[in-house]
């Protein structure tokens, strides 16, 4: 919390409505469901930032407000699961630190967990069966270890 801005939270005035729209595709796994008639209940809670005290650290609060009637739903059509980080959208985060060991330490850090991963990801492909992968993984297909985030 001490590391934010002002820009990171936003003020509702007293008698003023907010409203979010939400895309669940990226959420939930429609498509293992299939189409069909759902009901989607929303969290009837909203994270509030409290500041008691001039100059002090603010805290963050849970505020339940009426709850909100659930949501009938019909799906149809494509409900492929879409990913939650459209990668053409996305921007990538960059290392911004004021002393360069630092800097290179964690742009090397993340150029190995990306080499890492890649390299798991294609021990995965050819070996989704070997003993190893069964020791760690159990029963879980190695498609299914590949696809989880």
Same mark, same amino acid.
């Given at each position: ?26 959420? !939930?796994?429609?498509e293992g469901l299939g189409e069909g008639a759902f009901e989607i209940t929303p969290r009837a809670q909203l994270p509030i930032v409290v500041s008691r005290v001039s100059g002090s650290t603010p805290e963050l609060n849970m505020f339940n407000f009426e709850a909100t009637p659930a949501?009938? @739903? ?8 879409? %990913?939650?980080?459209? +990668?053409?959208? @996305?921007?990538?985060?960059?290392? &911004?630190?004021?002393? %360069? %060991? !630092? ?5 090397? /850090? !993340?150029? +190995? &967990? ?8 294609? !021990? ?10 069964? /020791?760690?993984?159990?029963?879980? %297909? ?8």
């Amino acid at each position: 919390m001490g590391g934010l801005d002002d820009s990171a939270f936003t003020t509702i005035k007293a008698g003023e409505t907010v409203t979010v729209v939400h895309d669940l595709s990226s959420l !939930y796994d429609f498509e293992g469901l299939g189409e069909g008639a759902f009901e989607i209940t929303p969290r009837a809670q909203l994270p509030i930032v409290v500041s008691r005290v001039s100059g002090s650290t603010p805290e963050l609060n849970m505020f339940n407000f009426e709850a909100t009637p659930a949501a009938k @739903v019909q799906l149809t059509g494509d409900i492929a699961r879409r %990913s939650l980080m459209d +990668e053409e959208k @996305v921007k990538r985060a960059t290392v &911004s630190c004021s002393t %360069s %060991s !630092y800097n290179s330490f964690i742009t090397a /850090a !993340y150029s +190995e &967990s990306k080499s890492l991963a890649t390299i798991a990801a294609n !021990y995965l492909a050819s070996n989704g069966t070997s003993s190893l992968t069964t /020791a760690y993984w159990k029963t879980n %297909s190695a498609s299914t270890i590949r696809t989880s985030k």
